[in-house]
């Protein structure tokens, strides 16, 4: 498979996938734009398009695919467990279930008292702990500028960007956004007063382009929201489970959250989301009939997640991911046209010297690289845990020659 060279095809190597797109044009509402071609199978880190051209995969499905593609265990626990039992409904229990939450519980060192959610998705599981926020009796929320939590309405609220909120305003009321710098956190919570129910943040904010949130304002935030008996929600939905070379990233900065919501690389490929909320308090908060979602924790999708977090330490992917995400950053940093590069282990945020990021990656994936430009001038890394160094070697290569080519012609 490395001896076969990467996609090199010109206009007529994409006959296939335009076919199809034109389907896709009429019939998939347009909610993403055109897609960037039409994938049919995936091995490792590596996918194929519908006209056989390679591709090395450097976004993962968007931080998701933490073992790669169609790795054999995930591949074979879905399998037993499809042949087994799918679907119980939450009127029943299943032990893949169980062992996920009990897992989830100790990899996250969480006190006693402290209890699970499963559902499906990061935005459902933001909506959970907006709505844990609101069982603290209070209303005010703080978020911060420049933070993505998700689409449904709740999650959107909290989402900070203008663009995905205008078009279905009204939104939830007393959600109040705060530049991400203590000066403005502590404002904020001034101000909100007797009412503050949370502060939601993510530890490093994906979206916005890969901003890690400065060790300061984490511990600002976790003092002024023990002060005021308020949640601290980190959303972990993606720079949770082993993204970062930790299971957590808050692992990494010693500050803990009282909810954590959890989903993309949880499931390994498979739609799979969860809260942990830390402590009697937060474990206790919702209660019977409170909430709930008809497909949350079922058993397939619980062994997905439990053979992706299986997977993860019998292979040793928290190491590989500090280790390649280092060796990444070291040689990216070190190009013309790179001002920095941001992030942790396998979440790396390319900081580029001109607006130029949606060129570079277009060009990237016509050469058989697909990374993703969240910003004018960011290109996102968060491939499989999985990487090689090999494989790191071949993008590095390729940025040095040509990436930082189309930066410096745009600056
Ligand atoms: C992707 C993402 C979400 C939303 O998750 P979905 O599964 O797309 O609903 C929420 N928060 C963060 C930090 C994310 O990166």
């Known amino acids: 498979m490395n001896g076969q060279p990467l996609a090199t095809h010109g206009e007529a190597g994409l006959e296939r996938g335009r076919v199809e797109l034109q389907r896709y044009d009429h019939a998939l509402m347009g909610t993403y734009g055109e897609p960037l071609r039409v994938l049919t199978r995936g091995e490792g880190s590596w996918v194929w398009d519908a006209d056989g051209n390679r591709y090395l995969d450097l976004l993962g499905g968007i931080a998701v695919n933490a073992l790669g593609h169609a ?28 062992r996920l939450a009990e897992r989830l519980i100790e990899l996250a060192q969480a006190p006693h008292g402290s209890r699970v959610f499963l559902c499906n998705s990061g935005t459902e599981a933001n909506e959970a702990a907006f709505k844990m926020a609101r069982k603290t009796g209070k209303g005010t ?22 663009a995905l909120r205008a078009p279905f305003a009204p939104l939830l009321e007393r959600v109040v956004f705060v530049a991400p710098e203590v000066g403005a956190l502590e404002a904020a919570v001034a101000s909100a007063g007797e009412d503050l129910a949370a502060v939601i943040l993510e530890p490093i904010q994906g979206e916005a382009g890969v901003r890690p949130v400065s060790h300061d ?23 949770g489970v082993a993204r970062t070379g930790a ?3 808050h692992q990494l900065t010693g500050v803990r959250p009282d909810v954590m919501t959890l989903a993309k690389g949880l499931g390994g490929g498979f739609p799979v989301g969860a809260v942990v909320a830390f402590g009697e308090r937060a474990g206790a908060m919702l209660t019977k009939g409170e909430h709930g979602t008809t497909f949350g924790g079922n058993p397939l999708a619980a062994a997905a997640a439990n053979a992706t977090l299986d997977a993860i330490e019998e292979l040793g992917l928290l190491a590989n991911a500090k280790a390649v995400g280092e060796h990444l950053r070291t040689a990216l940093e070190a190009l013309d046209g790179v001002v920095e590069v941001r992030g942790e282990g396998l979440m790396l945020g390319i900081g580029l010297a001109a607006p130029a990021s949606a060129a570079v990656a277009r060009a990237a994936v016509d050469a058989g690289f697909i990374v993703n430009p969240p910003s004018p001038d960011t290109i996102r890394l968060v491939p499989a845990l999985t990487l090689t160094r090999a494989e790191a070697d071949l993008f590095i290569a390729w940025m040095a020659e040509h990436g930082t080519r189309i930066v410096t012609e745009a600056a």
Do not use: C, Y
């Open 71 to 98: 790795h054999p265990a995930w591949v074979a626990a879905i399998t037993a467990q499809a042949q087994t039992l799918a679907h119980a409904s939450n009127f029943f229990a299943t032990e893949p279930q169980i």
């Open 141 to 162: 929320i703080i978020a911060l500028e420049g933070g993505f939590h998700g689409r449904s309405m709740g999650a959107l609220s909290m989402t900070h960007k203008e």
């Open 217 to 239: 304002l984490l511990a600002a935030a976790r003092e002024l929201t023990l002060r005021h008996d308020a949640l601290l929600i980190m959303d972990e939905v993606q720079t």
């Open 247 to 249: 299971w957590f990233a």
